[in-house]
């Protein structure tokens, strides 16, 4: 069935603009593939709202986040990779003779693609969140904290994403209170230890949020202890929402096997169930979420594309 703005063909599309995805198309266009790489318009990498990334090796001064990503773009497109911007709505077709990725009006088509679409933030699905989101509940730290300079905020959970936030939010917060539902931080050791040493940050342990509360904005939150079943109303101005990720993918389960999270299955070579697409970075069923990881899985899954690639163009003229 012929779709409406078809354009095409690519030898590989890669779906995706953060770490894994810049990677993946820097190494399939060095490797000489008409390679297209699918931004999204209305979602951004996770990257971009990092504040300091300072375990990225060759960089020991540490670099912001968007600016390394950016450094990536002009990288890949230095060896040809071509880039749009558009939310990808669908795949279809596919392997034969090539699959098609449906998203803002134009259908691209490949025999390869690779899914490099990252994980949002997860929400708490609490009363008040979705009323309060831009309005006193937040997702970034980076995008937000100066609005909250000599203000008291909350940081909801405990791993490497919430207590990197919550220090950097000591920056501008009077008090920055941590709220987690077990008795120990889950983040780094580093990161853990400044966090107990740091005079603006405060610890509500063994607890989750059950409500936030406020009208035109934050001004409080009910926390309940997970132990006792004990609440107590907490003022505060801004609530940090930092539990975990869902993977982007969507548009492309039932098409690939994922998990009951979402996350695309992948093997070692970044190969997913279906014969010529392949997955990296976030959006995986990944055990470490880190950009070093993510660029070390775009540039397997850039590999693998290749070889696949050449194995489809050696059937068809060989």
Known sequence: MSMPGKQGPYDVIIIGGGPAGFTAGLYAARAGLAALLVEGAATVSQITVTDVIENYPGIPEGINGFELV???RRQASSFGLEITRSDVKGLFGGPSPA?????????????????????????????????????????????????????????????????????????FASRVTIVHRRDRLRASEVLRRRAL???????????????????????????????????????TDGVFVFVGLEPNTAFCRGVVATTPEGAVIVDRAMRTSAAGVFACGD?????LRQVITACGDGAQAAYSAQLYVEAVKGETYG
């Open 99 to 171: 699959w098609s990725v449906e998203g803002g009006g134009a259908v691209w088509e490949a025999p390869a693609v690779i899914i490099a679409t990252g994980a949002s933030w997860r929400k708490l699905g609490v009363p008040g969140e979705e009323a309060l989101t831009g309005r006193g509940v937040s997702y970034c730290a980076t995008c937000d904290a100066p609005f909250y300079r000599h203000r008291e905020v909350v940081v909801v959970g405990g791993g490497n994403a919430a207590v990197q936030e919550a220090l950097f939010l000591t920056n």
């Open 283 to 287: 959006c995986t069923d990944t055990p």
């Open 70 to 72: 950016e450094r990536f």
């Open 197 to 235: 040493q740091n005079p603006r940050i405060a610890f509500a342990w063994d607890s989750v949020i059950d409500e936030i509360r406020g009208r035109e904005g934050v001004e409080g939150v009910l926390i309940r202890n997970v132990k006792t079943n004990e609440t107590r109303e907490m003022k």
